[in-house]
Nanobody
Framework: QLVESGGGLVQPGGSLRLSCTGSTSDFSRYSVHWYRQLPGREREWIAYSNPDGTGTYANSVKGRFAVSRDAARNTVSLQMDNVKLEDAAVYYC?????WGQGTQVTVSV
């Protein structure tokens, strides 16, 4: 099971930190992906967290978003900085065939 948290309202240019917490003992051994989705649109891949904590990013978020891991808390975080209007979406984390329930990010002045 994966549980996302940290979504909410943020102004353009602001920051938000999302978290994805896993319930299995081997959560930290595997990569975790972050996706986002707007209503009526396909789910968009945006970032990938390697087990060593390094990340790979889609061009749309590169330089603004960063992934990190806290193995002790079984958590992968997505730090969102310099948020833009087009970042508004439901954000999901994914590991293998497991998906979280999503957390809403709203961007508004």
């Amino acid at each position: 099971q994966l549980v996302e948290s940290g979504g909410g309202l943020v102004q353009p240019g602001g920051s938000l930190r999302l978290s994805c917490t896993g319930s299995t003992s081997d959560f930290s051994r595997y990569s975790v992906h972050w996706y986002r989705q707007l209503p009526g649109r396909e789910r968009e891949w945006i970032a990938y967290s390697n087990p060593d904590g390094t990340g790979t990013y889609a061009n749309s978020v590169k330089g603004r978003f960063a992934v990190s891991r806290d193995a002790a808390r079984n958590t992968v975080s997505l730090q969102m900085d310099n948020v833009k209007l087009e970042d508004a979406a439901v954000y999901y984390c994914n590991q293998g065939s497991i998906w979280g329930q999503g957390t809403q990010v709203t961007v508004s002045v």
